[in-house]
């Protein structure tokens, strides 16, 4: 499974930015996604999982009500919309996959199995 990230860039505190992670080389619709972050000096922490059908969602504290996790089945994409950002969201963000029959969500970094390449989101004060 391959997966890249794009979307990312430059943007002021209160703005929003809409990353996209592109997958292939799998049943895409048997795979649950998440999006982490690292920042720099810090571990890496999920902000963002959907679950394969996408019904089931789940976002870190820091991000709940500003983020939405979202997927397309049928174009094999997975999309993390953005708002209020804050400068504090700044960091590498990072789209990963996990074989899942079950239709449920994780939230550990180890539960996933490919990531992508990183896409690099810099608000500014």
């Known amino acids: 499974v391959q997966l890249v990230e794009s979307g990312g860039g430059l943007v002021q505190a209160g703005g929003s930015l809409r990353l996209s992670c592109a997958a292939s080389g799998g049943s895409f619709s048997t795979y649950a996604m998440a999006w982490f972050r690292q920042a720099p000096g810090k571990e890496r922490e999920q902000v963002a999982a959907i679950s394969r059908s996408g019904i089931f969602t789940r976002y870190a504290d820091s991000v709940k009500d500003r983020f939405t996790i979202s997927r397309e089945n049928a174009k094999n994409m997975v999309y993390l919309q953005m708002n209020s950002l804050k400068p504090e969201d700044t960091a590498d963000y990072y789209c990963?996959?996990?074989?899942?029959?079950?239709?449920?969500?994780?939230?550990?970094?180890?539960?996933?199995?490919?990531w992508g390449q990183g896409t690099l989101v810099t608000v500014s004060s």
């Open positions: 990963a996959s996990r074989s899942d029959w079950r239709d449920s969500v994780a939230r550990a970094r180890t539960d996933y199995d490919y």
